[in-house]
């Protein structure tokens, strides 16, 4: 008899869009799944290609890094910087056999609360979807 | 070509231009080469150069980056001296680069020159060196091409595939840091792989950990690695590290149109940013 299975994720969520938006979620009552573990980072560009591998290590089933849109980079760059690590580690963790639905990377601001929990609902659906990852 | 390199390297130590010249002299075995550092001009007899010297030399530059110093560079290692310089790890006034025109090292193994030539070699098209003050051979003239598929077989299995294929290779690392140790890129005075607090990397035999280590040491070599196939040639388990490493290599060659290490003076693609990137996500 199969368990379902409850995919954890560890999302990266810069301090000035990505967790306001999940905090106005949460103050606007919207409901999101529990999967996601939140880990606030002073902005996107804070998030080290260690923590991302740190995490799949440790047995995370997707990476979540959330940052503020394109252009509204509290530091004015942070997110651009992660973009192009971002499109470089994606494709290289799926080559060391970690799927690339596994890991995403998302703009959300501080207004989009409904965006963030669409954002998790999808993406624990997804992980769901693939079942949990051997390690 | 010894004879030219000999000569110069005389004239160099002679006219006091350098300190010191960092060549290849031949091993007690008689048969492979090892790094040599030749402060006298009488000594300039032991360089020799042929298709055993594997050594990228250029790592011993950074603790010599005050004192001028004379070198001997195949083109993969003149990339690495572009990219410390690049890096500002080196000084250019410091430096006398005799380039050596190379057309691929051998294999030695069980006491003998093998026909077969390294990964890097393999798909080396870059014969003549990047940089170079004084040039040692016949320069080739056609532009380097780039063969990738060696990468594109493993890209093409199945995930499952793949994740059998690198936990196999993985799972002999023995984590003695070789890789690390050789590279001319890995400079930094306190690496992530030593720091105990946090303990990124951890001391205990554990699935995972292994990967964390390879996963990790090549991105940070994304976009960096000049593919000396060092860590390769070092690796007392023979994990074939070179797939790793340019795997990385060709998707820079394909996202940013950028290669470490053939100029000095461009910005890498990670010091930089561009609003109008289109890299296929977060647009």
Known sequence: MAVSHEPRIVGFLCNWCSYAGADLAGTSRITYPANIRIIRVPCSGRVDPLFVVKSFQLGADGVLIAGCHPGDCHYTEGNYHTRRRFALLRPFLDYLGIDQERFRLEWVSASEGKKFSEVVADFTETLKRIGPREI | MIEEIRNKAKELLETKTVDCVIGYEPATDNLTSRPVFIYEPSQVNRLIFDETCVHNLSKYLINRRYKPTGIVAKPCDTRGINLLLNEKQLRRENLFIIGVVCSGIRKVRFNQIENSMPTKCQYCSQHTPVIYDFLVGEPVTEAPTHNYSDITEIENMSPAQRKAFWSEHFDRCIRCYGCRQVCAGCYCYECFGDELDPLWVGIRIAPGENWVWNTVRAFHLSARCIACGEC????????????????????????????????????????????????????
């Open chain 2, 232 to 283: 390769e040639h070092i690796c007392p388990v023979n994990i074939p590290l070179m797939l790793v490493n340019r795997k990385l290599e060709k998707d820079t060659l394909h996202l940013f149109d950028f290669e470490p290490g053939i100029d000095t003076e461009i910005v890498p693609p990670f010091a930089t940013y561009k609003k109008e990137d289109k890299l296929g996500t977060g647009e």
